[in-house]
């Protein structure tokens, strides 16, 4: 049945094609139903006018002055095709108003119809003088290729209807010209029940076969380019790996074509269909050349010419078309050619491809003839093969070429597995003798490398206790970063720091209380509480820089920076404070404490190359120390720079300017506590 129809569809159009019927409202055309079951083309001469006026979608305007044009064929009077010269480009905002006159006959009376609309440019539909339907949007120049759900109406009665198209053609500007495309607008009115019924189930097919084409023929393509990437020599799995691609692509953009609505896309999808030809003539000659060519120069040549085609694309399309057309008719009669002569010279692979390649081109010579026979009406192509024929020869068509080469890879891939079978059998044997022979070489070896291993194992084991003690040492001493640049360079450089918090704390009355309780016990107890101080510096991420007498160094926010360095830093010390309020309880002779802490910039590194430290310097670090001086036994005196950085975090209290040793006055404040959330 759908071959019925798309039949006589392309009767219609030939007739569209050579008969011109001027329509006029005298003369309106009758609409059967017989006619529009397949879709009635409106393809008589009907009035045509380059203007715009709201008036002329009315059914009883007068349009006698008007001319007569077939305003869906290449033959209209002046405005399709057309090329302006530059000083007329004005005119390809020009937009035209067709007028139509049909009846229909009583059998479509209140029958749902709608009008099938093919075009290149924006158009707004009327009947009766009632707009019902459009198409992009003249006002805005949006162009749009097809209505794919058409507006659906009905007539209730068998008079005179006029249908009114304005119309503003899709113009294309190149090389100073503007081209229209030959076939500006196409109209049919077609029964709605059959329409949506047969397009729905075309569509619903032909999405099903195209993609269905698409995805088999790009995972072969897929398939074989992984082949050639893992063994490149192969240069004919790239050659079928493009040849599947350039099909899928082709496919694609078949659909791609049949779903396409704005014709600004068409240019491209245009190009991309050619190279996609170019790219399935040249695979295909690479392929069979590769295979069965004697010499390198033809296909050289034939790559040069396909390149030279697709450069010739950008200078003008219709003839690198037209090249591409005999380039292609020259690839398969060399391809036909060459795979017949290594069919003569009995080479096994060409059986194997050529039968499927030699398929392929008669069923292509026999489908031609029997459509030149059906056009004869010598025979009738669906009464004698079925309904479905045509397509299954075309599915038949198109997989016979890849899967006789896909059976040729797979039977050259067996062959080559084959040989290297056999010659893995002779290396295995070969090799057997040669292991027995090794075999005693090999155990006196081992005997020697056991004992060398076991030295050897020994030795590391050492050099790694060693190793791992003078690391430990080291990072004892300075800043992993530091001690790792020091390891790997020889030196570390001093590096400037611009935002950190330094720390510094001091026992009151250190030395009346030393010489109370003693050297020994004094020792031991400074001991304890800077092993305590270095645990909680090492849970708030703080760098112990070092101890002076009984004073305590220590920053944070290097040499990894550190954006709550401040906070961090008050943390500690209130840590450090506690820690003391608790010793006190247990221990009578803990000393008391004071802390100071300013934030800002200093330098930080090593100075000198023998008995080297990690030091600090700079105006930061003494005013740390004027903080720690000016503070109070048990309490925490920082600055106003540090305050800054906490005051939102931390409670503290303010003390007013005290008078600082080189400093002059200064903002101090008092730690308090957390500040509650």
Sequence with gaps: MKKNILFAFLVLMVVQTFCFAQNSLEKPRIFTENEIII??????????????????????FDDSSWKHANFNSKKIYSWNPIKLSPENASKKDQ????????????TLLNQPLCLNITQLGSSEIYLNGKKIESIGNIKLKEFKMKNKIPELFSLDKTDVNVLAIRFLPFVVVKKKTVNLSPVAISIELVSAHNFIKDKVSLWKDFNFYTMLICGIFGA???????????????????????YNIS????????????????????????????????LFGTSLTGFINTLFGRTKKRLKVMLIISASIVLLYYFSATTAASFAFFYIAFVAFESFYLIIRAMIRREKSAFIVGGGVLVFFLFIVMVIIFMLLNKLNTIDINNFFGDDFITYVFIFIFISFPISISAYLGWQFASTNLSLVKQLDEVNRLSDINLKQEQEKQQILQDQNDLLEKQVDERTFELQKEKQKTENLLLNILPHEVAEELKENGSSEAKYYDEVSVLFTDFVNFTQSSEKMGAEKMLVEL???????????????????????????????????NENHAYQTTLVALDIIEFIEERKKTNPDVLDIRIGINSGSLI??????????YDIWGDT???????????????INISESTYQLIKEKINCEYRGKIHTKGKGDMDMYFVNHLAKS
Excluded at 225 to 241: V, W
Excluded at 542 to 558: F, N, P, Q, S
């Design 39 to 60: 879709g009635a083309p409106i393809n008589e001469s009907s009035k045509i006018f380059a203007g715009d006026n709201p008036a002329f979608a009315l059914p009883e």
């Design 95 to 106: 937009v035209y108003w067709v007028r139509y006159y049909f009846k229909i006959d009583s």
């Design 220 to 242: 072969l393509g897929f398939i074989h380019l992984l082949l050639f990437l893992f063994y490149r020599k192969a240069i004919y799995n790239l050659y079928f790996s493009t």
């Design 247 to 278: 099909i899928s692509l082709m496919s694609y953009l078949t659909l791609l074509f049949s779903e396409m609505t704005d014709p600004l896309n068409l240019d491209t999808y245009t190009f991309a269909s050619f190279l996609a030809v170019m």
């Design 527 to 561: 001991n304890e509480c800077f092993t305590a101080f270095d645990m909680i510096m090492e849970k708030h991420g703080l760098e112990k820089i070092k101890t002076i007498g009984d004073a305590y160094l220590a920053v944070c926010g290097l040499p990894i920076k």
């Design 604 to 613: 930080a590194g090593i100075v000198g190359v023998k008995k080297f430290a």
């Design 621 to 635: 670090v003494n005013t740390a120390a004027r903080m720690e001086q000016n503070s109070e036994k048990g309490k």
